[in-house]
């Protein structure tokens, strides 16, 4: 859900995309529809529009042409070395995984194949997740637009509802520093309910005016439904790559030899093995797919608001006469070439603070039974998490500035940071309501994808989790897939 969530978040361009002090000021296109009603695209105006071509237009539109020079090529290079790195890896598994046999295991009870570690039954598994994920995707974007503001009134009492709700369990649990947390943050976000409601009628306006121009630019569906399957293409990829390492480099594997099986001291087989190996392939495997999904998601992000939603925004309906032609593969081919360094840069430090934040994660699940260690590593998540939420939401407006304006990634940074401080908190509070909308949908694709894979374990029972091992694992990877899709 994360890539549509990005792409479909572009109702913030007509606020956040306004000019900063300093800047000419670009009037946005008049005849917002009432709340609750679909009024048509192209607004009736008063006289004829302006008549001028995008070639004669030299000075009100001059800001809406994005440099034409590579941006940010340090973070290029390494967005590509990462990628290439993670095929040569995925490929050394991949060949001895399938030679092996995969280990066996299939769809169903009866073909769960070997009892070492994952094997072909989990990759069929989340590809079953990459499937619902992307169908329950779908038809809750469906659903936001047919009751576009009850959907939203409803998710932001859903969201307070969760967040009093984990409070309660977690001081019920006695997990008295995450209670503390959430405690706060249901506070917080009750005292903000009625400032929240108060905007409701707008931010409703804002999110079916993006769709309405979305159903007069059919690229905008034909860049999501792209993005979702790459998105998809790559959580496959991923799944199949790490449940291959797990079989290649697993000791006790078919495909492991090491010094203790071979004969006369000597190396005869294909690689050494161990847990260590395992885990630090998994942990790059992971990073990899993080980043690369979040470029990605981000790439589409901005081609959508570089162009059918920048070019309405400045020129107005394609009725005018005044959009530029093929504006959405003109935008895709800049953020996917000159601005990919830009938008790698951001990612990655998305990627990063994500990582941190399962690593610490990881750490609260290792040592429940110290109560102090396990204390100090929830607090330091939930910080980093509340840092990754925040540079999540700030790039989102620097991406669209690279879009519209082709700039490297920090001085977008800079010109979004001057902007938030003009007039940030109006764009905030709206923006929030449909960050709220969409990104409910998204935690409600991963939890129902988590759902299915464990009710699969479940009604499968494969040999590798007789014991239930690898119940967690399983379960973590289906909720990243769908939170993705």
Not at 329 to 349: D, K
């Amino acid at each position: 859900m994360s890539a549509a969530d990005d792409r479909t978040n572009v109702p913030l361009l007509s606020s956040m995309a306004e000019p900063q002090q300093g800047y000419p000021q670009y009037p946005p296109p008049q005849g917002y529809p009432n709340p609750g009603q679909s009024q048509p695209y192209a607004p009736s105006y008063p006289q004829q529009p302006p008549q001028n071509t995008y070639a004669e237009k030299t000075g009100e539109y001059e800001r809406f042409k994005p440099k034409k020079r590579v941006n940010d090529p340090i973070f290029l290079v390494l967005f590509i070395l990462q990628l290439a790195g993670y095929a040569v890896v995925s490929g050394l598994a991949l060949s001895d995984w399938i030679s092996e046999g995969g280990l066996g295991g299939g769809l169903g009870s009866d073909a769960t194949g070997s009892s070492i570690t994952l094997n072909s039954h989990t990759a069929y598994l989340l590809l079953l997740v990459v499937g619902l994920g992307f169908l329950f995707s779908v038809l809750y974007l469906m659903l936001v637009r047919a009751f576009t503001s009850i959907i939203m009134k409803v998710t932001l009492v859903l969201s307070i509802a969760l967040n009093i709700g984990l409070a309660v369990y977690m001081w019920i649990t006695r997990y008295y520093s995450g209670a503390i947390v959430f405690t706060v943050i249901a506070i917080l976000s009750i005292l903000a309910f009625w400032g929240f409601w108060s905007r409701i009628p707008f931010a409703t306006v804002l999110l079916q005016v993006v769709m309405d121009v979305a159903n007069h630019h059919k690229s905008v569906y034909v860049v999501a439904l792209l993005g979702l399957t790459t998105q998809a293409a790559l959580a496959v990829w991923y799944v199949y790559t790490v449940t291959a390492t797990y079989a290649k480099w697993t000791p006790g594997n078919p495909s492991c030899n090491n010094l203790n099986g071979t004969t006369n001291g000597t190396v005869t087989g294909a690689t050494r093995c161990s847990s260590s190996t395992v885990a630090g392939l998994v942990f790059f495997e992971t990073f990899s797919f993080l980043w690369t999904s979040q470029v990605v998601g981000n790439v589409c992000l901005a081609t959508v608001a570089g162009g059918p939603f920048g070019g309405w925004y400045y020129f107005g309906p394609k009725s005018d006469g005044l959009m530029p032609k093929h504006p959405t593969l003109s935008s895709f081919v800049r953020a996917s070439t000159l601005s990919l360094g830009s938008i790698a840069f951001g990612s990655l430090i998305v990627t990063l603070l994500e990582l941190l934040r399962l690593l610490l994660n990881a750490a609260v699940n290792n040592n429940s039974d110290d109560v102090v260690t396990a204390a100090l590593a929830c607090c330091a998540a939930c910080f980093v998490g509340c840092i990754e939420s925040l540079v999540e939401y700030f790039n989102r407006y620097a991406y669209i500035e690279i879009a519209l304006y082709g700039k490297p990634f920090i001085p977008a940074a800079k010109d979004t940071w001057a902007l938030f401080k003009d007039r940030g908190i109006d764009a905030l509070i709206n923006d929030s309501l449909v960050g709220i909308t969409l990104n409910f949908g998204g935690y409600i694709v991963g939890i129902l994808s988590a759902l299915f894979s464990y009710v699969y374990l479940r009604a499968t029972k494969p040999s590798y989790n007789s014991d239930g091992q690898y119940t967690a694992p399983v379960i973590l990877f289906a909720f990243l897939i769908g939170l993705q899709c």
